[in-house]
């Protein structure tokens, strides 16, 4: 199995900026892709960007240019740096990694609040 935990999050002003950490261990060399989603309020889990092992990148069109995702192969961690942020960016945030065919670990999000 894989363990994910995330850390980073908290309250900024809009045009801020965070970076969020995810943190790998157990299994990990059988991950493939890991991504950040996020969920807001009274709104469905999204994708937010995706990182490749070999490090190629996707990013949900909301987040293009602000939004930069990256690892440290050496420390089994994904970073999301998140800049000019906005008050729609408010939500939790949630790594997942792809085991096989699907997302199947997920850590336990953080919260992002941007204040306008």
């Known amino acids: 199995q894989v363990q994910l935990v995330e850390a980073g999050g908290g309250l900024v002003q809009a045009g801020g900026s965070l970076r969020l950490s995810c943190v790998a261990s157990?299994?990990?060399?059988?991950?493939?892709?890991t991504a950040w989603f996020r969920q807001a309020p009274g709104k469905e889990r999204e994708f937010v960007a995706r990182?490749?092992?070999?490090?190629?990148?996707d990013y949900a069109e909301s987040v293009k240019g602000r939004f930069t995702i990256s690892r440290n192969y050496v420390k089994n961690t994904v970073f999301l740096q998140m800049n000019n942020l906005k008050s729609d960016d408010t939500a939790v945030y949630y790594c997942?990694?792809?085991?096989?065919?699907?997302?199947?670990?997920w850590g336990q999000g953080t919260q992002v609040t941007v204040s306008s």
């Open positions: 990182i490749s092992p070999g490090g190629s990148t």
């Open positions: 997942a990694a792809r085991v096989g065919s699907s997302y199947g670990a």
């Open positions: 157990g299994r990990s060399s059988s991950v493939s892709d």
